[in-house]
């Protein structure tokens, strides 16, 4: 599966962003799906991933309460709503796609070595 995110952009802080991420060659259903960011000088980092089914969602502590992952499978596409954002949320933001999530639990989704397939890059810098 390639990926394709889109959506970054420059936003004052307090506002929100959508960021997609948009799936072609194989059925985004078919894959649990994460958002990672890397912030200047750090490491990349989870945001969020969702399993196969939005039954389960991961959510850095973070961005609790103010981001959202979502996926609409007709569209073959990957959401991050973005609201209430803080500059601290400034950062280089990824998609990606596993072939799948052992376990049960949350924490194979939050690790990056759980995914194989990445988009490239979505710049988001918020100002204060």
């Known amino acids: 599966v390639q990926l394709q995110a889109s959506g970054g952009g420059f936003v004052q802080a307090g506002g929100s962003l959508k960021l997609s991420c948009v799936a072609s060659g194989r059925p985004i259903s078919g894959y649990p799906v994460g958002w990672f960011r890397q912030q200047p000088g750090k490491e990349r980092e989870i945001v969020a991933a969702?399993?196969?089914?939005?039954?389960?969602?991961y959510y850095a502590d973070s961005v609790k309460g103010r981001f959202t992952i979502s996926r609409d499978n007709s569209e073959n596409t990957v959401y991050l709503q973005m609201n209430n954002l803080k500059p601290e949320d400034t950062a280089v933001y990824y998609c990606?796609?596993?072939?799948?999530?052992?376990?049960?639990?949350?924490?194979?989704?939050?690790?990056?070595?759980?995914?194989?397939?990445w988009g490239q890059g979505t710049q988001v810098t918020v100002s204060s």
């Open positions: 990606a796609a596993a072939r799948s999530v052992p376990g049960s639990g949350t924490y194979f989704m939050a690790r990056e070595d759980t995914y194989s397939y």
């Open positions: 969702m399993r196969r089914t939005a039954h389960m969602t």
